[in-house]
């Protein structure tokens, strides 16, 4: 169990912050403004289940993908976590780089739910943390994290009213640095298992 629980502890903060719920609050409240409170706690579930749909597949089968399409891990780091760190910029900093922020005709838990939730980034810390930990703690981490997440935006609209817009931007940008400082860890990691690897 000491074991354990630190694991669960540094895999659900490290999902947690790349999930990034509390940017998602503003996009979502946006997007589901003049809906029924019944309306938006299913959109919010939506998300959740899209978002969660992804991050379980790829825990459990990302071995299988490496083997159909001839990757090793060391190489996905590399690449995963660059694009990871070009997010991670991006939130910081405020800029979009090819990103949309999706169609106003799309349903909000699906637009939300992936790529927002769930993209590049989230995908590569799935598979690290597999890595890393095998499937169980990962598992019980992407479990709590999706638990917080559908939390933050089943009370989407109250926290947007309560911290307001400048607050949610300036936490934002916090976690896009340390979203930044993960791909680092990441492409540092997946460099020096590359070259053993030559």
């Known amino acids: 169990m000491q074991d354990v629980l630190p694991g669960i502890i540094y895999s659900f903060a490290a999902l947690f912050i790349i999930l990034d719920p509390l940017l998602s609050v503003p996009i979502f409240a946006a997007m589901t403004k003049g809906q029924t409170p019944a309306e938006v706690h299913r959109q919010a579930f939506i998300a959740v289940i899209v978002a969660g749909g ?6 459990v ?11 090793n891990l060391p190489a996905f780091q590399i690449a995963g976590g660059t694009i990871l760190f070009i997010l991670g910029l991006q ?17 909000a838990g699906v637009v939300i739910g992936t790529p927002l939730l ?10 690290l943390l597999s890595k890393d930990y095998g499937l169980l ?4 981490a992407i479990t709590l994290s999706l638990l917080a997440t559908w939390l933050i935006l089943y009370y989407a609209e109250g926290i947007q009213r309560i911290l307001g817009d400048v607050v949610t931007d300036i ?14 860890k990441i492409i540092a990691s997946g460099i020096l298992a590359y070259i053993t690897t030559i």
């Open 54 to 59: 992804l991050m379980y597949l790829f825990l």
């Open 61 to 71: 089968f990302n071995t299988a993908i490496f083997t159909i399409l001839g990757l």
């Open 91 to 107: 939130e910081a900093l405020g800029i979009e780089l090819g990103r949309s922020k999706g169609p106003a005709t799309s349903a």
């Open 118 to 127: 769930c993209g590049p980034g989230t995908i590569t810390t799935v598979m």
């Open 137 to 140: 703690i990962p598992f019980i």
């Open 171 to 184: 936490m934002g940008k916090v976690l896009g640095m340390l979203v930044a400082a993960i791909a680092v």
